[in-house]
């Protein structure tokens, strides 16, 4: 017995060069929307499947996979027929998490360039840094960098003592995306042009902030969770 997968797939990390691939398919048509859905174990060489690397903001190795009459063993699915969905949100829950604790490095990297920037580079004779409002930019930017570290450390502790952590996931995401997004424009506003040349590590955080922001769901999803937790 085996099972026949067809369809595409936009946005695989790392898909071209896998040994295998985690594939989410829908078997039974007639389920409600979170049911009928079965994750399978599938060697990434079976004929039918194929590749196309994308261009990306970020430099990342995104793939379009498609999947051409794949046939799959029914002894590579992970965990039962049908069942599939708590596979996907028990994953997705713990990658939301871990980009975010990537999120928050590079957020206190950002501002220790920044930081770094500010009392070397001098206008008017005096280091930029003695500005208040460059330090007030930069007490904003570390306030956000703690602000997330804290959520994020909040759902990660809940999720591995197994306590209910779906909005406490939602929160840590939600926020550590917006943040960074003030962080990392506070610190190009801070460089000014050197910031946003490719000769510095700034242009590098600011690619991979815009991806990591979308990377395992965006905000708006994020919120929703937020508010279903919340009885909204």
Sequence with gaps: GAYVINGTKLFVPDAHIADYLLCVARTNEQAEAESGITTFIVDAKSQGISYTVLKTIAGDKLCEVIFDQVRVPKENILGQLDQGWSVVQRAIERAAVAKCCGMVGAMQQVLEITIDYAKERKQFDRPIGSFQVIQHYCANMATDVDGSRFTTYQAAWRLSEGLPSAKEIAIAKVWTGEAYGRVITLAHQIHGAIGCT???????????????????????????????????
């Design 198 to 232: 490719i000769d510095h590590d700034l242009q590098f955080y600011t690619k991979r902030g815009k991806a990591a922001e979308l990377t395992f769901g965006d905000r708006d999803f994020y919120r929703e969770i937020v508010a279903k937790e919340m009885g909204l």
